[in-house]
């Protein structure tokens, strides 16, 4: 897994995800899912391009099934934009590299300036 990529669990999601200090993607995934395997470079790539500014993690869905029933994630992969603690958009299926980079932009353009 790439360095910019965190691992999420059932354990350590409210820490890493839900009181973290910036936005947080989570992307909902398990080894045997062929377009989880096709979406993993795109969330990778968009993991270092948003390196500071965006936090981004996989979860395995079937080494934590708590969570993505939390979520009611019912087909993988999905992606969860968290800010503040609150889903700010979902992804389910295979998206492009450029149409995931838009969704996450709309969101990370709006940051206040202190």
């Not at 062929?34 to 979406?39: A, E, L, Y």
């Not at 936090?55 to 968290?82: C, E, S, W």
Request: with cysteine.
């Amino acid at each position: 897994m790439a360095a910019n990529l965190a691992v999420f669990t059932d354990a350590n999601f409210e820490a890493e995800v839900l009181k973290a200090d910036q936005p947080v993607l989570v992307d909902f995934w398990a080894a045997w899912c062929g377009p989880c395997r096709q979406i993993a470079p795109h969330v990778e790539a968009v993991a270092g391009e948003l390196a500071g500014r965006l936090k981004v993690g996989k979860l395995d869905v079937d080494d934590n099934p708590r969570t993505a029933m939390n979520y009611h994630v019912q087909g993988i992969p999905t992606l969860l934009l968290f800010k503040n603690g609150k889903v700010e958009e979902q992804i389910v299926g295979y998206v492009n590299k450029d149409a995931l980079r838009r969704t996450l932009d709309r969101h990370l353009q709006a940051a206040p300036v202190h």
